[in-house]
């Protein structure tokens, strides 16, 4: 990929990322106009449309990134961040949480420290000899996904609690803000793991080709591995706890990604972050604005929109 | 002469067993050495243990007389360079984002390439004839192809010493010699260290100055071709019978297999 062309591809998804921004300050629940929306009397709407923009931006270039390293580490072009167990752990985590009474304040702390935990579960299923093998990880974590994911659906049927019907929203994922100060401290350690992944995005290229051949380069592949893998978990395990389980950006962008920029990571990166930030905002606006005033939960448009997108793109390549 | 990678009494394999026993050897400065043996002889395993993949269980390998456990991976990766049997690459790089992975090892964690690494780049594609398919995807491409262009990898990381895992095992015998020549081209020229797994005796035979005879995970002849390929020796280590004879254009030893049909109705008299 040429470097001139790569920048005005990089700068297309910056301007796409503004004008969603734009859309999704604009449209919402109640119509106003964009001149009145600055104006005094309106001021907590536009706050709550940037806090969801924030939101969604933040959970679309979380998931999008975990995605890109997951698949360069695992090798497969299928992974998706919750390949870890993330996804599960959090939720069954909440479940117990609701059924045990534990304020509400306290379900994000209870749905990280879920997926955390199913994490290293799955991390040490795969653990031999002090190294991961890609398949045993991605065996590890299908077993605990399905098994935790059993358990969630048992309690919820044997408690016959109402409370934990409003837990579908965790299950297919809302931008709804509860708690602006966990906001920030998610958008934070969201931003922070990024960075520090981009750095690491020479040793993703050359995993990306295989672990003896990155070692073949000078990375030290385990240890790589391990702290890409840490990063992945803990920005999946916060953003569960914000905005429950979004699925298909994170392997529907990296893919339309790789096809647009390539798969050198110093592009795929900043691409995939900027377009998942885009696709999500864009996705919110969208389950905000089809059935007015309710909202659809926000999985089910990524969903709607991605699988769609993800059959044609399967084809296309079928094809070549 | 140098020696330039000098193992000793290694003992290595996968998992707690042992595939590698006791094996010793040099590679001098300006080698063009051959490793060859049967299936299951440990030739891949020795590469994996002299290129840090796998830790030996016992012994020592030094490279220039420094152990090479003293020496920073990334720093070892700029003197001994890799290419593997058959590489599958699963994303789509292009050629230049391959060849340029090769100056990791002489780049910090996020630092731009110079005109230096730019350079290292485009005369290592050239010297492997790729570079006319610099902006071509690497999944697009042949067998030979991407051999060639995987070797340009190799060559822009400037080692001094290139080992290789059978690079011509997928390639018909105009691309094996297209490689082979290449590869002798950069040895007598550049003045680089060669070392390769080989499965055509004749090629080995062929190109290299020195080889070493694996059996068993032990080194069972090692020294010219002459003094390796008799066929004592390899029959012995392959089991099958040969008949070894003169290449006619350079008399060096040429391995003639040898059906068990034609082992029946072999005239006596030879």
């Not at chain 2, 390439?113 to 902006?135: E, I, P, Y």
Request: charged share 15%; net charge positive.
């Amino acid at each position: 990929m040429k470097a001139s062309s790569l920048k005005y591809k990089i700068a297309f998804l910056i301007v796409l990322l503004l004008f969603s921004c734009a859309l999704g300050i604009s449209q919402g629940a109640s119509a106003i106009p964009l001149q009145k929306l600055f104006a005094a009397e309106n001021q907590p709407i536009l706050y709550l449309r940037l806090l969801r923009i924030i939101i969604a931006a933040t959970a679309g270039s979380g998931l999008a990134v975990s995605g890109v390293v997951l698949q360069a580490v695992l090798r497969n072009a299928l992974a998706e961040p919750y390949l870890l167990g993330t996804s599960s752990g959090a939720g069954l985590a909440a479940v117990i949480a609701v059924i045990a009474g534990v304020p509400a304040i306290f379900l994000p702390p209870a749905a990280f420290t879920g997926a955390i935990l199913s994490i290293l579960l799955v991390y040490f299923l795969a653990r031999e000899r002090n190294r991961i093998a890609a398949q045993s990880l991605i065996l590890s974590g299908v077993i605990i996904s399905v098994a935790l994911s059993a358990i969630i659906v048992f309690l919820i049927s044997i408690s016959g609690d109402e409370t934990l019907h409003s837990m579908t929203w965790w299950l297919w994922g809302s931008f709804q803000v509860y708690d602006v100060r966990l906001l920030a401290v998610v958008t934070l350690i969201v931003a922070c793991s990024i960075a520090v992944i981009f750095a690491f995005s020479q040793d993703l290229n050359a995993i990306s080709l295989g672990e003896e051949e990155a070692t073949h380069l000078g990375i030290d592949t385990e240890s790589v591995k391990k702290i890409l893998i840490l990063l992945v978990s803990l920005i999946t395990a916060s953003l569960v706890c914000i905005c429950g389980i979004i699925g298909f950006a994170g392997l529907i962008i990296p893919h339309m990604m790789r096809i647009f920029v390539g798969s050198n990571h110093k592009a795929l990166i900043p691409a995939s972050l900027f377009a998942a930030a885009a696709f999500m905002i864009l996705c919110d606006a969208l389950s905000r604005l089809i059935m007015p005033p309710l909202e659809i939960p926000i999985g089910v448009i990524t969903a709607l929109v991605g699988a769609p997108l993800f059959i044609f793109l399967l084809k296309k390549r079928q094809k070549v | 002469m140098e020696t330039l990678l000098e193992i000793k009494n290694i003992c290595g394999g996968y998992s707690g067993e042992t595939v590698i026993n006791n094996v010793s050897l040099r590679i001098e400065k300006g080698d063009f050495a051959g490793i060859i043996g049967p299936n299951g002889s440990g030739k891949t395993t020795l590469l994996k243990l002299a290129t840090r993949v796998l830790m030996p269980y016992r012994g020592s390998i030094s490279l220039r007389g420094t152990p090479v456990a003293a020496i920073p991976l990334k720093a070892f990766c700029r003197e001994v360079a890799f290419v593997p049997q058959d590489t599958v690459i699963n994303f789509p790089f292009s050629v230049e984002e391959i060849v340029s992975m090769g100056r990791i090892p002489h780049l910090k964690r996020l630092q731009r390439q110079t005109q230096r690494d730019v350079a290292a780049c485009s005369h290592a594609m050239a010297m492997t004839d790729t570079a006319c398919l610099k902006d071509k995807m690497v999944n697009e491409l042949s067998s030979g192809e991407r051999q060639r262009v995987v070797i340009a990898r190799a060559l822009a990381q400037e080692p001094l010493l290139l080992l290789l895992d059978e690079p011509t095992s997928h390639l018909d015998i105009g691309h094996q010699i297209q490689i082979m020549d290449m590869l002798r081209t950069l040895n007598k020229d550049k003045g680089l260290t060669i070392a390769m797994i080989l499965h055509d005796l004749n090629l080995a035979s062929e190109y290299c100055n020195k080889l070493i005879l694996l059996d068993k995970g032990t080194v069972y002849a090692q020294g010219s071709a002459e003094q390796v390929l008799t066929y004592q020796n390899i029959e012995s280590v392959y089991h099958t019978v040969v008949v070894v004879s003169n290449n006619p254009i350079n008399s060096k030893p040429y391995v003639i297999l040898v059906s068990r049909e034609a082992k029946k109705c072999r005239p006596h008299s030879t």
